[in-house]
């Protein structure tokens, strides 16, 4: 059974920086996309960053230049700096788990697989 888990939120002032990491993942996830998203009360959840299998990467455009997605042998990274009130979210990692998988980022949240339960960012002024 795959769990996928966050670490790494946290309360941080404007223009401060976190690293949010996601364990879970075994040997399978190789070809996945890997996808963070992030997600305010009364809003939908919005894809942050994402990485295909070949490496591709994209990003949100309000976070380009800010953040990094990257990835380890079985832990996904999202570093974020000079973090901005508005990126005050839940923040939760999240795989497509396909075969040479590509474009997780665009098709979006319904296309997932696979879900951690999200650790919380809160940015202050």
């Known amino acids: 059974q795959i769990q996928l888990m966050e670490s790494g939120g946290g309360s941080v002032q404007a223009g401060g920086s976190l690293r949010l990491s996601c364990v879970g993942f075994?040997?399978?996830?190789?070809?996945?996309?890997m996808v963070w998203f992030r997600q305010t009360p009364g809003k939908e959840r919005e894809a942050v960053a994402g990485?295909?299998?070949?490496?591709t990467i994209a990003y949100k455009d309000s976070v380009k230049d800010r953040f990094t997605i990257s990835k380890g042998q079985d832990t996904l990274y999202l570093q974020m700096d000079d973090l901005k009130t508005e990126d005050s979210a839940t923040y939760y990692c999240?795989?497509?788990?396909?075969?040479?998988?590509?474009?997780?980022?665009?098709?979006?949240?319904?296309?997932?697989?696979?879900w951690g339960k999200g650790t919380l960012v809160t940015v202050s002024s």
């Open positions: 999240a795989a497509e788990h396909v075969t040479f998988c590509a474009g997780g980022f665009h098709r979006g949240a319904s296309a997932m697989d696979y």
């Open positions: 075994d040997y399978t996830f190789k070809m996945a996309c």
């Open positions: 990485i295909d299998s070949d490496g």
